[in-house]
């Protein structure tokens, strides 16, 4: 439930330099190492902004042994944690036979974070994070050890699923800021960006093989087996946690008690153009991408795939999550006109995705959708993440879990509206069409800003897309 992030990552899970500009050829576009006018996290020490370092490889992150605990716990929770989606997911549908309700289900899981959300990243700066997460974890845990129960002995009613709901994304929306900035205090900011990458991959993997194994259990086993199967998982993630040495952490003084400090964060995302531009960015993207279970629930349904062919989507969505993700750990650093080239990206694949004829061109485009949307993802997380000062870090990412998990609360009933009265498929055309608008306009308005030359970047494109084409095709 709530453990899977943007979904997580997602994802789900969203990482850019902090000195951004156009390219080696081009006036900056943004420079982020200016001093702003809230860039001081207490009132007392200067904020500290570190800049980002290439990682050494596509695994550099894993070379710190508290990091490589994490991602050990994370494998086995995100599998579980995947396991579970797939079963609510399928569970709701069953017992309604409405995609909207599935929709409004994912919502109650993001809801907590519009109203607990900057709360959960204040603690996150107060206490210490790694036993925030213990914390978190046992309650998601128990949700889903009270739906096995309620599944095995059917007893199982949609207000207990709504209920649990909204109680595992109450949980998340302290967990979520957390996680997110105990990535940066595992590996620190030069391994940064590769660690969200490697997080984000990993989520990928629970997407890609979670499905499956729910899907199996399902038919074979019986649904509430999947719920069990998380309720397990947890218990790794706990055992994981309490291996961290908190010795070898890169820690931060903790926040003091003090007036305004929530609104301080405001101000330093507004006066930041790295951080505003990003949150944008990230919240309309994620509006549309955090929920695309809600479609593939209408695609199976319209196709009449059944339970397996909902996990196959899934699958073939994670596949491409995964590829994409460990290819944005092997980039050097993003500059933010990247990212948004990046959401054009997303927007084009959206577009394909929701045109697909047929089951089989659905799962390809699926692949293509999957591979397009982790850079974004991590790009904007590691921005934001680079861009913050260390005492506001958890402030900060509480912020931008409010804004990404808001828009996915707003999302999921949007969505699964859409593909209720106009058709499977609809939500992604829409949603194409509202993130290539929202990419163009914030890319002019930064061009016209900094005086930037448009046309030759979009040439530069032209050429670059000309070079893929056969020669009777130019």
Same mark, same amino acid.
């Given at each position: 439930?709530? &453990?899977?992030?943007?979904?997580?990552?997602?994802?789900?899970?969203?990482?850019?330099?902090t000195i951004v500009t156009l390219s080696a050829n081009a006036p900056a576009l943004v420079s982020d190492d200016t001093p702003s006018p809230a860039s001081v996290s207490t009132g007392s020490q200067p904020a500290m902004r570190h800049p980002e370092v290439?990682?050494?490889?596509?695994?550099?992150?894993?070379?710190?042994?508290?990091?490589?605990?994490?991602?050990?716990?994370?494998?086995?929770?995100?599998?579980?944690?995947?396991?579970?989606?797939?079963?609510?997911?399928?569970?709701?549908?069953?017992?309604?036979?409405? *995609?909207?309700?599935?929709?409004?289900?994912?919502?109650?899981?993001?809801?907590?974070?519009?109203?607990?959300?900057?709360?959960?990243?204040?603690?996150?700066?107060?206490?210490? &994070?790694?036993?925030?997460?213990?914390?978190?974890?046992?309650?998601?845990?128990?949700?889903?050890?009270?739906?096995?129960?309620?599944?095995?002995?059917?007893?199982?009613?949609?207000?207990?699923?709504?209920?649990?709901?909204?109680?595992?994304?109450?949980?998340?929306?302290?967990?979520?800021?957390?996680?997110?900035?105990?990535?940066?205090?595992?590996?620190?900011?030069?391994?940064?960006?590769?660690?969200?990458?490697?997080?984000?991959?990993?989520?990928?993997?629970?997407? !890609?093989?979670?499905?499956?194994?729910?899907?199996?259990?399902?038919?074979?086993?019986?649904?509430?087996?999947?719920?069990?199967?998380?309720?397990?998982?947890?218990?790794?993630?706990? !055992?994981?946690?309490?291996?961290?040495?908190?010795?070898?952490? #890169?820690?931060? $003084? *903790?926040?003091?008690?003090?007036? #305004?400090?929530?609104?301080?964060?405001?101000?330093?995302?507004?006066?930041?153009?790295?951080?505003?531009?990003?949150?944008?960015?990230?919240?309309?993207?994620?509006?549309?991408?955090?929920?695309? *279970?809600?479609?593939?629930?209408?695609?199976? &349904?319209?196709?009449?795939?059944?339970?397996?062919?909902?996990?196959?989507? $899934?699958?073939?969505?994670?596949?491409?999550?995964?590829?994409?993700?460990?290819?944005?750990?092997?980039?050097?650093?993003?500059?933010?006109?990247?990212?948004?080239?990046?959401?054009?990206?997303?927007?084009?694949?959206?577009?394909?995705?929701?045109?697909?004829?047929?089951?089989?061109? !659905?799962?390809?485009?699926?692949?293509?959708?999957?591979?397009?949307?982790?850079?974004?993802?991590?790009?904007?997380?590691? $921005?934001?993440?680079?861009?913050?000062?260390?005492?506001?870090?958890?402030?900060?990412?509480?912020?931008?879990?409010?804004?990404?998990?808001?828009?996915?609360?707003?999302?999921?009933?949007?969505?699964?509206?859409?593909?209720?009265?106009?058709?499977?498929?609809?939500?992604?055309?829409?949603?194409?069409?509202?993130?290539? *608008?929202?990419?163009?306009?914030?890319?002019?308005?930064?061009?016209?800003?900094?005086?930037?030359?448009?046309?030759?970047?979009?040439?530069?494109?032209?050429?670059?897309?000309?070079?893929?084409?056969?020669?009777?095709?130019?």
């Amino acid at each position: 439930m709530g &453990k899977h992030g943007l979904a997580t990552n997602a994802a789900h899970e969203f990482p850019l330099d902090t000195i951004v500009t156009l390219s080696a050829n081009a006036p900056a576009l943004v420079s982020d190492d200016t001093p702003s006018p809230a860039s001081v996290s207490t009132g007392s020490q200067p904020a500290m902004r570190h800049p980002e370092v290439a990682p050494a490889g596509m695994f550099s992150s894993l070379r710190s042994r508290n990091f490589r605990i994490f991602v050990t716990g994370q494998v086995g929770s995100q599998i579980g944690g995947w396991t579970q989606r797939i079963a609510q997911d399928w569970l709701v549908l069953t017992i309604t036979g409405s *995609a909207a309700v599935v929709g409004v289900t994912i919502a109650l899981q993001f809801l907590p974070t519009l109203l607990f959300g900057v709360v959960g990243g204040l603690a996150a700066d107060r206490f210490p &994070k790694r036993t925030i997460m213990m914390c978190t974890q046992s309650v998601l845990g128990l949700c889903a050890l009270a739906m096995a129960a309620l599944c095995l002995t059917d007893y199982v009613e949609l207000w207990q699923i709504l209920t649990l709901a909204f109680v595992g994304g109450t949980a998340a929306a302290f967990d979520n800021p957390t996680r997110q900035s105990f990535v940066h205090e595992m590996v620190g900011p030069a391994e940064l960006r590769n660690g969200v990458s490697i997080n984000s991959a990993v989520f990928n993997l629970g997407a !890609l093989i979670g499905p499956a194994v729910s899907a199996l259990l399902i038919t074979t086993l019986g649904i509430g087996w999947s719920f069990m199967v998380n309720a397990a998982s947890f218990a790794l993630v706990l !055992l994981s946690l309490a291996a961290i040495r908190p010795l070898e952490l #890169h820690l931060t $003084t *903790a926040l003091p008690r003090g007036k #305004h400090q929530l609104r301080t964060t405001l101000t330093e995302i507004r006066s930041h153009p790295t951080l505003l531009w990003s949150v944008t960015l990230a919240g309309i993207c994620a509006l549309f991408t955090s929920n695309f *279970a809600v479609s593939l629930t209408a695609y199976a &349904k319209h196709f009449q795939m059944g339970p397996t062919g909902y996990g196959l989507l $899934t699958s073939a969505l994670a596949l491409g999550s995964l590829g994409g993700a460990l290819l944005i750990a092997r980039r050097p650093a993003t500059r933010l006109r990247n990212l948004i080239e990046l959401a054009g990206a997303l927007a084009l694949a959206q577009l394909l995705t929701s045109i697909a004829p047929g089951p089989v061109t !659905l799962a390809i485009a699926l692949l293509v959708l999957g591979a397009c949307t982790p850079p974004f993802g991590v790009s904007a997380n590691a $921005t934001v993440q680079l861009a913050a000062a260390d005492g506001m870090r958890g402030r900060i990412m509480g912020v931008y879990m409010l804004v990404v998990m808001g828009a996915a609360a707003i999302g999921g009933p949007i969505i699964g509206t859409l593909d209720e009265l106009f058709g499977a498929g609809t939500a992604l055309l829409v949603g194409a069409a509202v993130i290539g *608008a929202a990419a163009v306009t914030i890319g002019l308005r930064l061009a016209n800003v900094t005086n930037t030359p448009v046309q030759p970047i979009l040439r530069s494109h032209a050429l670059r897309v000309l070079d893929w084409l056969p020669d009777g095709n130019r």
